[in-house]
T-cell receptor, first 111, second 112 residues
């Protein structure tokens, strides 16, 4: 079945440093979504990318979808303590009704 | 709008007991799904529904049943609880299953 792999598993940064998490799928994706989960909370939808090579920005967050639609990345510029949490990518492959999640990257920020 | 509401928030079961986790959404979303989250395993799809009367299996369906009699509700039934079902369960909905999902706050289940 479809697999979505995410690296790194953990990332600890000093406040103000940049952060990037990478997502790779075993199959071509129709779209990819990104979610953030605060400690003890539930996943919250951040953004969806659909087009090959697409780049979207949300303030300090930059999301990219690869040309082959099999990989994606999330980059945070100048991290803040409010960025702490686990960031998940999730993709739709052959079936639009099964959203497969990566295992997530836990970001901790030292103030 | 309340979004996606899950009850209960916490539950402790004994091995072999059955129970139903409730999920309701008020956004008129056609698509609803159940995920379980375990440490180091991410979110795994249990069952999903693309509309009232239609359900299908996800990645880890064994030991769970679902039904969708209305657009709003999508309960998850544990038939005979096992310690391996100790997990955090999330219900999620989406307008059509393709766009961003709205998650409930989760049910933390412990089976002893």
């Amino acid at each position: 079945g479809q697999q979505v792999m995410q690296i790194p598993q953990y990332q600890h940064v000093q406040e103000g440093e940049d952060f990037t998490t990478y997502c790779n799928s075993s199959t071509t994706l129709s779209n990819i979504q990104w979610y953030k989960q605060r400690p003890g909370g539930h996943p919250v939808f951040l953004i969806q990318l659909v087009k090959s090579g697409e780049v979207k920005k949300q303030k300090r967050l930059t999301f990219q979808f690869g040309e082959a639609k099999k990989n994606s990345s999330l980059h945070i510029t100048a991290t803040q303590t409010t960025d702490v949490g686990t960031y998940f990518c999730a993709g739709h492959g052959g079936s639009n009704y099964k959203l497969t999640f990566g295992k997530g990257t836990l970001l901790t920020v030292n103030p | 709008n309340a979004g996606v509401t899950q009850t209960p928030k916490f539950q402790v079961l004994k091995t072999g007991q059955s129970m139903t986790l409730q999920c309701a959404q008020d956004m008129n979303h056609e698509y609803m799904s159940w995920y379980r989250q375990d440490p180091g395993m991410g979110l795994r799809l249990i069952h999903y529904s693309v509309g009232a009367g239609i359900t299908d299996q996800g990645e880890v369906p064994n030991g769970y049943n679902v039904s969708r009699s209305t657009t709003e509700d999508f309960p998850l039934r544990l038939l005979s609880a096992a310690p391996s079902q100790t997990s955090v369960y999330f219900c999620a909905s989406s307008p059509d299953g393709n766009y961003g999902y709205t998650f409930g706050s989760g049910t933390r289940l412990t089976v002893v």
